[in-house]
């Protein structure tokens, strides 16, 4: 058996690497979402209802994680056969030109109705490259770690989403002081165009780690044993032996998403309606980011003394319970409470289930098509958890009148309970041992380890 284990310097660089790709894919991405909450209904779907501008622009948002899927399966397909490393790369540099060319894009007043079209074409490149980015980022850092610190190692790719979200906040905050013509006419674009200088950097540094090596040895065993077997592409094996994986990751993180999203997008119109200013709203949203950053890895930590299903399951009941008290706490027009609310629901709650997922997610399957089965699960439980919650919840508060948000919290309660169900049903996989092509859901080790069964049971 091959050992993961990097080199002390070899896995900093590895993490580094994997941290602020994440990091910079994520401010790439988050940032769309900032300007579509904010920007997008005037610039690009002028003429219309302001209410209904917004839902447009949150529609183009949704376009982005309908992609992400595609761009897991794509990237993962030669991320299992060529190789994590240089998928990672191509993935970086795809989402910096989207991100440049948003920046640089002509209105609708400019160019008419060829503009929103152009946004969603461009939208639809940040899906692909995010959902491509995030399997090999994850697979990367796990790959190369220790057994009984894989849930902390692939939790730092996590640590990109609120570290993108806490740097898009802050530029996107600064700029939005700017006097509100000036800001609407170019100050906007900034931020997109920055995003070239982020890559830059993140390549830099990721063209300096090296390979998985898990993916080496499995390379060398399938390339040894060829010419007897060809291998199936591993989209086919996933959808063949991991299909049930592929559900219980998809639905695992579904609550965790659908949070998350809803804190970025949804939640900043919401408290504005409130009467909360949008610089307000964005200080806090970056401040409590910033402690997002810390509590992901706190809770991934956690998962690897007590698992991971136990520190998922606790945070999906707390969601249960505290949601409607959280966006009650954002609606009510008081600062204190919207900076409370926040805290609770992205540090905490958010946290709790996010923190552990890309461990549980990634030892559900085998080696060979860990990249595509990782990336497939966790970019269908973006699409579905994320991807729609801001137009549910935008039409669900719209529906209730008098910014009441007690069908907002019953939605994200019932997703909390599906995510819940998954979870629940899913093998404990901290102590797997992912050498093994079969590493996926228990099938193997349920037969030798009872404590497996009674958990499927």
């Known amino acids: 058996m091959r050992s993961s284990r990097a080199t002390n310097p070899q896995m900093r660089r590895i993490l580094l690497s994997s941290y602020l ?36 622009s949150f529609g183009t948002l949704a376009v982005g994680y309908l992609a992400r899927p595609l761009g897991g399966i794509v990237f993962g397909h030669f991320g299992d056969r060529v190789g994590r490393k240089s998928m990672l790369v191509i993935t970086m540099t795809l989402m910096g030109a989207a991100s440049c060319v948003i920046g640089m894009l002509p209105t609708t007043a400019q160019v ?16 692909v490259a995010v959902g491509g980015e995030w399997g090999g980022a994850a697979l990367m850092a796990l790959e190369h770690s220790d057994k009984e610190r894989r849930g902390f190692s692939s939790s730092v790719t996590n640590m990109g989403g609120p570290s993108g979200a806490v740097l898009a906040t802050a530029i996107f905050g600064l700029l939005s002081l700017m006097p509100e013509s000036a800001f609407m006419a170019w100050g906007w674009r900034i931020p997109f165009l920055l995003s070239a200088v982020l890559v830059g950097v993140g ?18 065993q399938a390339e040894a044993g060829a010419a007897a077997a060809p291998a199936k592409p591993p989209i086919l094996v996933v959808l063949t032996r991991f299909r049930r994986e592929v559900v219980l990751s998809a639905g695992g993180g579904l609550a965790a998403f659908t949070v998350q999203s809803l804190l970025a997008t949804f939640c ?11 610089s307000a709203v964005l200080a806090v949203g970056a401040a409590t980011s910033l402690v997002h950053v810390f509590t992901i890895p706190a809770f991934a930590v956690l998962s690897d003394r007590v698992g991971r299903r136990p520190v998922m399951l606790g945070g999906v009941a707390a969601t249960v319970v505290l949601i409607h008290p959280v966006l009650l706490m954002i609606g009510e027009g008081s600062l204190g409470l919207l900076f409370v609310g926040y805290l609770i629901a992205n540090p905490i709650l958010q946290a709790s289930m996010y923190g552990p997922l890309a461990a549980y997610t990634t030892e559900m399957f085998g080696t060979r098509s860990r990249y595509t089965g990782a990336s497939l699960g966790y970019q269908l439980s973006t699409t579905l ?46 102590d797997r041992d992912l050498d093994s092509d079969d590493a996926q859901a228990g099938r193997v080790e349920a037969t030798a380890r009872p404590e497996a069964v009674a958990v499927r049971a």
């Open 385 to 430: 958890g994320a991807g729609f919650a801001p137009i549910i919840g935008a039409s669900l508060l719209a529906s209730a009148g008098d910014n009441d948000p007690t069908y907002v919290s019953l939605f994200v309660a019932g997703v909390a309970v599906l995510s819940g169900l998954a979870i629940w049903r899913a093998a404990e996989s901290r």
């Open 21 to 56: 790709g994440s990091t910079i894919e994520f401010y790439d991405f988050l940032l769309y979402g900032l300007a579509a909450s904010l920007v997008f209904n005037e610039v690009f779907f002028t003429g219309l209802d302001p209410v209904v501008g917004t839902i447009a």
């Open 112 to 127: 008419g109705a060829l503009a929103p079209v152009l946004l969603v074409v461009l939208r639809v490149v940040q899906g």
């Open 268 to 278: 900043i119109a919401y408290a504005m309606d409130a009467g909360h200013s949008r």
């Open 203 to 220: 390549l830099f540094i990721r063209l300096k780690i090296t390979e998985s090596p898990l993916f080496v040895a499995a390379r060398e």
